[in-house]
């Protein structure tokens, strides 16, 4: 298996680590639940543009993440795209997203796409634009792009919460796509223009398939164009008319979303014999984004209790792990990995023939801010003790309940200005700020880290 490592740069400032196993810790957290606090007149879908960044970007072959803790990337299996670590060693990450052969993401900084890998109409027509979301098909990619004028990069916030702000960003948030429309593709690099910003609804998803493009309004209106693949008819005569989604997802050649207000699942498009847009009955599906997943001839959905279900082509060499819990999962063409809820590994599953399902132990390591032994923290979830501490300024701190240390799955955004944010029966600790980018600050070092004040 090949892996790619590269060390923290020296200039960045650490937090204090979380605490994983053996596995990769990527310290990712679910969408909704890594947003700042909103700004007194933040309109609602404002919030969701900057709140909601995709941190797992699943290829055939190779699996990518952002690390939120430091925004490092890394990658992992043996068909990592080409160009990848010369690429992207340079910058810190948003979101990322990948596709045979390549892969576009958000750089942190400046907020522009880049794209990287051999599919060269894709990676040298790339725009490099500021953008919230990024998402790769097989021959095009598109993204969300924005007026970066109007916003605090680094924050991630609006430069100024008036009425006027909130409308003049919305306004500027467009869907653009560029590289190969394929075979049939029928327009499918021109997404389908249905936001309306000043009724508070703009697209704030999409997604891209095998020749065709959907996308998604705050309020949850779809619209997709082009085909399904080489399926006759545009791919907007399939949308279920009348529906309202809460999240969207896309496979090869299908689409997947959850009902608003029902947590049932519909899924149309070209569809095989497997049954991959026939989801399971007697399940209620979780409704945010990052929740649900598709590939070649697969869906794959979290119930309202964190639990990974998947249907259609899925008789993997590696099961779907049904009673773990995740808090974000996303799929390549043949696998799907996800982060687990209860101690923030990275766990995949599916096809895994190029060790993209291996995430590598080493990762486990990250150096230190403070003086560790050998400058290294070891972090691990025994004994799992919490510590309180103070936070940085603007944010605040909190804990309930014995420690678990677990990311806090959220349903809405974020909480009002000044609002403490804890944890409840699960033991979940984390800290939010209304003028800073958040992190979640998870503590479970063994007792020599805590006795190197590593952790402590």
């Not at 204090?16 to 909704?32: N, R």
């Not at 984004?289 to 993997?316: I, K, N, Q, Y």
């Not at 043949?334 to 923030?344: F, L, P, Q, S, V």
């Not at 800073?436 to 503590?443: E, Q, T």
């Amino acid at each position: 298996m090949v892996t790619v490592r590269r060390p923290i740069p020296s200039h960045r400032p650490m937090l204090p680590a979380a605490a994983t196993g053996a596995a990769v810790a990527l310290v990712a957290a679910l969408a909704l639940a890594v947003a700042p606090s909103p700004a007194a007149a933040e309109l609602p879908a404002v919030s969701y543009l900057l709140s909601n960044f995709q941190l797992m970007g699943l290829g055939q072959g190779s699996s990518s993440a952002v690390r939120s803790l430091d925004d490092e990337l890394y990658f992992w299996g043996d068909q990592i795209p080409v160009g990848s670590e010369r690429t992207t060693s340079q910058y810190t990450w948003l979101s990322v997203d990948g596709h045979t052969g390549y892969e576009c993401g958000i750089e942190r900084v400046t907020l522009h796409t880049m794209c990287w890998g051999t599919d060269k109409q894709v990676v040298n027509s790339s725009p490099k634009v500021p953008a919230l979301q990024v998402s790769t098909g097989p021959l095009h990619a598109c993204a969300l792009t924005f007026d970066a004028s109007l916003i605090d990069l680094e924050r991630l916030t609006l430069k100024s919460d008036t009425p006027a702000s909130n409308a003049a960003f919305l306004e500027s948030v467009t869907p653009v796509c560029w590289g190969d429309g394929g075979l049939h593709s029928n327009n499918n690099l021109s997404p389908p223009a249905i936001g309306d910003a000043a009724a508070g609804d703009p697209i704030v998803s999409v997604r891209t398939g095998d020749g065709f493009t959907c996308v998604r309004t705050f309020k949850g209106r779809v619209q997709c164009s082009g085909e399904y693949g080489n399926l006759e008819g545009p791919a907007e005569d399939r949308v279920p008319q009348g529906v309202l989604f809460s999240a969207l997802t896309v496979g090869e050649k299908h689409v997947a979303g959850i009902e608003a207000g029902t947590a049932e699942l519909r899924a149309w498009g070209d569809c095989s014999s497997l049954n991959e847009c026939t989801a399971p009955t007697g399940i209620s599906f979780a409704g945010a984004e990052s929740s649900l997943s598709a590939g070649r001839m697969f869906t794959c959905a979290l119930d309202t209790d964190l639990r990974p279900h998947c249907w259609g082509r899925v008789f993997w060499p590696r099961a779907t792990p049904e009673t773990s819990e995740f808090i974000e999962i996303n799929s390549g063409l043949t696998h799907t990995c996800g982060i687990r809820r209860n101690d923030t590994r990275a766990a995949c599953w599916g096809e895994c023939s190029f060790g993209e399902c291996d995430p590598p132990a080493e990762f486990n390591r990250i150096p230190c801010e403070r003086h560790a032994p050998r400058g290294v923290c070891l972090r691990t979830i025994s004994p799992g003790v919490c510590d309180s501490r103070a936070c940085a300024a603007g944010y605040t701190w909190r804990f309930d309940a014995p420690c678990g240390c677990y990311y806090k799955f959220a349903s809405i955004a974020v909480p009002a200005p000044g609002a403490s944010v804890g944890g409840g029966a699960d033991g979940t600790t984390d800290c939010r700020t209304r003028t800073g980018v958040p992190f979640f600050y998870m503590d479970g070092a063994d007792a020599s880290n805590r006795a190197s004040r590593c952790l402590g």
